[in-house]
């Protein structure tokens, strides 16, 4: 059963004291590094890009799938805590986690994530923390015993006793983060183990690594004391080692990361690689130690490769940015009732490393003529998904040519082109003529002249198509004499015309009416009326009647 999760966001800020030692340099356990030296390392999980690009293949989804579960660092993240516990089944019992110790874990990497989201409120980053750090979980292995090479001994072992016992353990990694990301609704998924180091001679693995992830995820593992790091500086390594699983790379000295060498979403170059004839030499997380901790420092090049650009500087990182589609696949209706359906996406913003992928969900939107926008109904229930198909059902009353206008609208707030409709109401009196006022009315550029209401006439036959030509639209205010209106392109010729009508009239609360007549000399008898209050400072919205 998955517990109750720790929530962890640029809202809500954990930070613990750092001591002052001296960095630690950070290697990869290359061959230049000694047998005994501590190791940091960067591996990518063997079933992780071939796999991903495989389903790609043959998927069009761009929802991220089972592959891809930590792409570009937006959004929420849930973040599986695991603790491993030695019952001596198997290995040797070294060490038990105390309670002082799992409330350690716990708010170290608490504070490591939450360092992330206080980078960028742009990035929205929210972290969900799987809490198995408070109850540690069963393993017949002493992980702290073994080499790196062996973690899928007690990394199986563990998540078995969760509940995942199929498959290699990549799978089951893979499995359960997919059920975090299900489970807490969040967009991004991985998991972090960390074996307990008390009592160990170098704070390290039986190969001297001490912390590791893989880029792009699904895990990184740490030891407890962390080697020279120790137990106060957890939350910096965390920070370094979950810059990797979001596919930043390396960039201290001896790991030997190229300044081309890219990487990320967006194939970001590692520009501030401590390599010769890079770019950038600027303090950066990536480089390893605690003072790029401490000074909250992230180069551009990193943040690139985690998906932090705004190309175009709209407040929107690039992976987010992208723009929705709107498909209408069918259009009716049965007398009054007028019916849409169709589907919405977003559209991915183009990888050259990845497959194609968005966390943005889309809506479906629609207006009749000037009104609100109002949501469409989903077909499933409820938007929520980069992919959506919709329906709207519309009974409109009221007679005349009605404009309905429908976009999509993506969760970073861009929107579709629109898609125009015209849905025909005959007039039960007037039958083919009927006349629209708009609902506000708008003033010259000069006060003095007259404020001016604009409207649309429509001249149809009984089953909706165009009737005869318009002749004209006339006016009158407050039951005077009828006038003519102006047409808006000048002349009256067409079955459908905009037209304005100038209102030379005082303050107060004034009666407008409008009628069409065609070139047969019909006239509309349900003229279309609105009461409008005249104020010259203010605009105030008609009452249609």
């Known amino acids: ?117 206080q980078q960028s409120p742009q990035a929205h980053l929210t972290f969900v923390i799987d809490d198995h750090a408070t109850t540690p979980i069963a393993t017949g292995y002493e992980p702290i015993l073994h080499p790196q090479s062996e973690e899928g001994l007690w990394i199986s072992d563990v998540l078995s006793r969760l509940g995942y016992s199929s498959g290699s353990y990549w799978t089951r990694v893979r499995t359960y983060v997919n059920d975090l990301r299900e489970t807490y609704d969040t967009d991004w998924a991985f998991a972090i183990f960390v074996a307990n180091s008390r009592g160990d001679a170098d704070a390290a693995f039986a190969d001297h690594y001490f912390a590791y992830a893989y880029v792009g995820g699904p895990l990184m593992v740490m030891t407890y004391d962390n080697a020279g790091y120790g137990i106060v500086n957890m939350d910096a390594v965390t920070a370094h080692e979950t810059g990797h699983i979001f596919r930043a790379l390396d960039q201290y000295g001896s790991a030997g990361t190229a300044c081309t060498t890219r990487s990320g979403y967006l194939g970001v170059e590692t520009q501030n690689s401590q390599r010769p004839g890079c770019a950038s030499d600027v303090p950066s997380i990536m480089r390893g130690g605690i003072y790029p901790y401490t000074v909250h420092a992230l180069d551009p090049y990193a943040a690139g490769q985690i998906g932090w650009r705004d190309s175009d500087g709209d407040g929107l990182y690039d992976p987010i940015d992208t723009i929705p589609t709107l498909t209408v696949d069918s259009t009716d209706h049965v007398g009054d009732v007028w019916s849409y359906t169709g589907h919405a996406a977003d559209t991915a913003f183009p990888s050259p490393l990845r497959p194609s992928a968005t966390i943005n969900a889309v809506v479906v939107e629609y207006r009749i003529d000037s009104g609100e926008w109002a949501q469409a109904q989903p077909a499933d229930g409820v938007f929520d998904s980069p992919e959506e198909g919709f329906t709207l059902t519309l009974d409109l009353a009221a007679s005349g040519n009605h404009h309905v206008t429908l976009r999509t609208r993506n969760s970073a707030d861009n929107v579709s082109d629109m898609a125009e409709f015209t849905a025909v109401v005959p007039d039960p009196i007037d039958g083919g003529l009927d006349t629209y006022l708009d609902q506000r009315a708008a003033a010259q550029p000069d006060h003095a002249s007259p404020q001016i209401i604009s409207g649309e006439a429509t001249s149809f036959n009984a089953d909706g198509t165009p009737g005869a030509t318009l002749a004209r639209v006339e006016y009158r205010i407050d039951g005077g004499e009828w006038h003519a209106a102006r047409p808006v392109d000048d002349a009256f010729d067409s079955t459908e015309e905009v037209f304005v009508i100038p209102l030379a009239v005082g303050g107060g609360t004034h009666l407008i009416e409008a009628r069409a007549i065609d070139v047969n000399g019909k006239v509309e008898q349900n003229a279309a009326s609105a009461q409008l209050t005249i104020d010259y400072r203010t605009f105030l919205p008609l009452v249609q009647k």
């Open 1 to 117: 059963m998955i517990p109750k999760p720790v929530y962890v966001s640029r809202w809500l800020c954990v930070w613990l004291a750092v001591t002052a030692a001296a960095p630690l340099l950070l290697t990869q356990g290359s061959a230049r590094a000694e047998e005994s030296e501590p190791r940091e390392g960067l591996f990518t999980a063997p079933d992780a890009d071939w796999l991903s690009m495989q389903s790609q293949a043959t998927d069009t989804s761009l929802i991220p799938g089972f592959y891809q579960t930590s792409e570009f660092m937006v959004g929420r993240v849930a973040v599986g805590l695991i603790l491993p516990e030695s019952d001596g089944t198997l290995d040797p019992n070294q060490s038990d986690w105390t309670i002082e110790q799992r409330q350690q874990v716990l708010n170290e990497v608490t504070a490591g994530l939450n360092w992330w989201s």
